[in-house]
């Protein structure tokens, strides 16, 4: 992976080099460049258009684990003023993998939690990864209540291959911290709106992903667990991963017409990694018109809708409805 | 022990094939060979180690209910294959079909009413011998519509979780389940309804964390695995070999995760005692401003 970047979008940003050193070489020279700068601009649209238009899941996981893909304390910082980061569970100690705070968004209150991977190999042993303990879910679940008892909008940003699986977590109740985490987020009297940025990876992802609203970035993907893991247990070999990573139908556009979310957040070209900003504002003013929906309906309101939207999901034949029970 | 007794002399359903038919058996943990019928009057635990062999929910069912009290329901939600899942070697469908052994209403959760000690109830025992008890959209669905029904009813809700956790063959709607089961537990739990939590090996991954850990009152089978990774799982992320003891019943109570180990022989005793306590507490409880005022009591004898 040269300069961080995947084998399969090198030839497109090696030529959009090219355009950019010949843009650089133009500002001094004639107009001779013109057109090859056309010629090139062109090529480089129909190469994006030839490697973004049939990437396969497989290809989607990695651009979802992409290491230039925007964070979510990157997005923090182009959406939210005022933020103000909290720390600590209040029990056992604090979690650098999910981060919580306080902040703004157009000027409004708004509460934020969110997985948080590093950018180089000393941040990500600071933040394992991405991948939180329990005290990060209850840090999250106590900010969560937070945002409740001041009537303030949660935020939340997912982007985690799991939740931790080490001796500490078990220790310290992995399970109980996300159990609690999802019952208590269904019942929340706030509007929760939730982006999966990344990866969604599992339990440890849907612990904060009770939303009203469940938006999944175009390149991102939501499963019950990672390709690896699947292929390792189905076809007995993590060398299967592609493989599971169809079987499993977890990219955005699969899980949109599973009908377990709501939208698919289109990417700027190339990927939300070519342009932070321009993702930001997409998910800004999804923030704004989802905000404005949800603000119409009272707390019982939110959560009765929420808590039905998943108890509505799922698959299967016969036995429908309450029938049976009446 | 009268209603031990009881249990023993009910006729037998058929034997589900957890275990090896034959006339003696040896024990997984010990070696110890023992006599099939003696192992059955013991509850199928090891007079010599006491490992507590895995039951099917029907083997929980005459253990734990009043003779006859038992009544199933939800059996008509049955799977279906969302994603068309096909794996190296089979299709998801058939692999369901197996697993069914001829019963179409077996899936990895049995539901349905109930008394203990008189006491009327809602229980779901998984089944571990349904592709290891998964969870997923029968499994979800059947515990949502129990706990549905407890609440309309207000009834006490038992789970007795046996499952090594969410079924990947549903990919994303096995891992809504635990949102599914969640959302509804918390409307029985804020209306003040007791749900009892029974954790038996193993219990892990999606389920325990989803309803299992969420229990009023959680108790577990001696020596069971709990957790919510798999230990190979972990074992492979740190690189490490783990503590003996790690992630059982025993590991559980000392970090407080659990309230009581309770053996199988006093499992039934347990829960009877529990459900007194719950249903004689709903009766005298003066109803506050935050509950429905209707019927402030949870369904007693
Ligand atoms: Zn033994």
Known sequence: MPGGWLEFELPLVQLEQRIRDLQTLAGKQGPDVADELRSLERKADRLRRKIFSKLTPWERVKLARHPRRPYTLDYIQHLFTDFFELHGDRAFGDDAALIAGLGRFEGRPVAVVGHQKGRNTKENLRRNFGMPHPEGYRKALRVMKLAEKFGNPMLSFIDTPGAYPGIGAEERGQSEAIARSIREMSALKVPILVFVTGEGGSGGALAIGVGDRVYVLEYSFYSVISPEGCASILWKTREKAAQAAEALKFTAPELLKLGVIDQVLPEPPGGAHRDGAAMARTIGETIRGALAELDELTPEQLVERRQDRFLSMGVFDGGTSGKEIE | ?301
């Open chain 2, 1 to 301: 022990m009268s209603w031990l007794k009881k249990i023993i002399s009910l006729p037998r359903p058929q034997q589900r094939r957890q275990m090896p038919d034959g006339v003696w058996l040896k024990c997984p943990r010990c070696g110890e060979i023992l006599f099939r019928q003696e192992l059955e009057r013991n509850l199928w635990v090891c007079s010599r180690c006491s490992k507590h062999l895995r039951l099917s929910p029907e083997q929980y069912v005459r253990i734990l209910c009043d003779e006859g009290s038992f009544a199933t329901l939800f059996g008509g939600i049955r799977s279906s294959d969302p994603l068309r899942f096909r794996d190296a070697r089979e299709k998801y469908s058939d692999k369901v079909k197996r697993a069914q052994r001829g019963d179409p209403e077996r899936e990895g959760v049995m539901t349905g009413r109930a008394r203990i000690a008189g006491i009327p109830l809602a229980l779901a025992v998984m089944d571990f011998s349904f592709m290891g008890g998964s969870m997923g959209s029968v499994v979800g669905e059947r515990i949502a519509k129990l706990i549905q029904l407890a609440l309309q009813e207000r009834m006490a809700l038992i789970i007795i979780s046996c499952s090594g956790g969410a079924r990947m063959h549903e990919g994303i709607y096995s891992l809504m389940q635990m949102a599914k089961t969640c959302a509804q537990l918390a409307r029985f739990q804020a209306a003040r309804l007791p749900f009892i939590s029974v954790l038996t090996d193993p219990t892990t991954g999606g389920v325990s964390a989803s309803f299992a850990m969420l229990g009023d009152v959680i108790v577990a089978e001696p020596g069971a695995l709990i957790g919510f990774a798999g230990p190979r799982v972990i074992r492979e992320t740190i690189g490490q070999e783990l503590p003996s003891g790690f992630q059982r019943t025993e590991f559980l109570l000392e970090k407080g995760f659990i309230d009581q180990i309770v053996p199988r022989h006093q499992l039934r005793e347990a829960l009877a005692l529990l459900l007194k306590h719950f249903s004689d507490s709903a009766r005298c409880t003066r109803v506050s401003q935050s509950v429905p005022p209707r019927e402030p009591r949870m369904h007693g004898q």
